[in-house]
């Protein structure tokens, strides 16, 4: 099996001003869909400092994960789709796909995909 994956690196200096231009997290944009990951520590060598890699197995949750993803998922509709807060956990709630993303290096990991369907015929 032989995969194709193409990498556009945005520069936060390039989006002023555009709906991304808030996003402080790595965004996952396929054909079909939006996908953000969420981690029990998103930036655990910086919060942990020199024992980052211990710590991070001895504290880290699905728990956090799940809500790392989840404020991530919300703060994207909300920004980049001009929900209200309210509109954004009713749709997350309906419509958003979560899973376990990883748990191997002891920073566990959560994913949430949107489909783009939902937003075709939005105006």
């Known amino acids: ?14 989006l002023a001003g555009q709906p991304f231009a808030d996003l402080s997290y790595p965004l996952i ?3 079909t869909d939006w996908v953000l990951t969420g981690f029990s520590h998103p930036n655990y060598l ?17 728990d956090l994960a799940m809500k790392d993803a989840f404020r991530k998922m919300r703060r994207f509709l909300m920004n980049v789709k001009g929900l209200s807060e ?3 956990i009713a749709l997350m709630s309906a419509a958003v796909d979560f899973g376990v993303t990883q748990v191997v290096d002891g920073n566990w990991g959560v994913h949430a995909i949107l489909s783009k369907r939902l937003f075709e015929n939005a105006s």
């Open 46 to 62: 910086a919060e942990f400092g020199a024992q980052g890699q211990s710590e991070v197995y001895a504290k880290s949750s699905l």
């Open 29 to 31: 944009e396929t054909a």
């Open 1 to 14: 099996m032989t995969g194709t994956f193409e990498v556009i690196l945005h520069k936060k200096a390039d």
């Open 86 to 88: 309210d509109e954004a």
